[in-house]
């Protein structure tokens, strides 16, 4: 379990459920921090330490990452070129986001394919790499949105909540 350096631990994990819900809801572009700081309403030093303080990890590796789920998932679901999905999680190169993807998973996304197809993923956010069982997956992420636009987001034990905001900006 993380150890929080916050004045108030309650209102800290809001925060990242909002940043959280944005960071999400906008996977497809590149956001830099002065937006996402703009539509949370915090400056950037706060969500930047904010976020680090609670989850362990900064904001650029967790949308990495998030990227990297959602491509697993595509991945595990369909018969989607590598290319393709390397371009929608934003790698310049099928060989950079080959990389990435080996470093996360532990195997390439075709082997990744080969061992997830047909199941889809676990969970929303749970995969398999090679080797690995359900219950070992690290840092599995889960999320959901309801029709009001709440977000829950599961990271290594913590739930975090925070509602999207509709300004798109």
Not at 14 to 29: C, M, P, Q, W, Y
Not at 61 to 74: C, D, I, P, V
Not at 115 to 123: E, W
Request: with cysteine; glycine share 10%; charged share 20%.
């Amino acid at each position: 379990m993380l150890r929080m350096n916050v004045a108030d631990p309650d209102h800290a994990k809001e925060i990242v459920g909002k940043i959280t819900a944005v960071l999400v809801s906008d996977l497809n572009r590149t956001m830099s921090e002065t937006e996402l700081a703009r539509r949370v309403g915090y400056s950037k030093t706060h969500i930047r330490r904010t976020f680090l303080a609670v989850t362990g990890e900064t904001l650029a590796s967790f949308t990495r990452r998030m990227r990297l789920e959602r491509a697993a998932g595509k991945l595990s679901l369909g018969s989607e070129a590598v290319g393709a999905v390397a371009a929608e999680a934003l790698y310049a190169s099928s060989k950079a986001f080959c990389r990435a993807f080996g470093e996360r998973f532990e195997c390439s996304p075709a082997s990744f394919r080969e061992l997830n197809s047909g199941a889809g993923s676990l969970l929303p956010g749970f995969y398999l790499a090679a080797g690995q069982a359900a219950h070992d997956v690290p840092s599995a992420i889960g999320i959901r949105a309801s029709a009001d636009a709440l977000v829950t987001f599961l990271y290594d034990g913590f739930a975090y909540g925070g509602k999207l905001s509709s300004a798109k900006g």
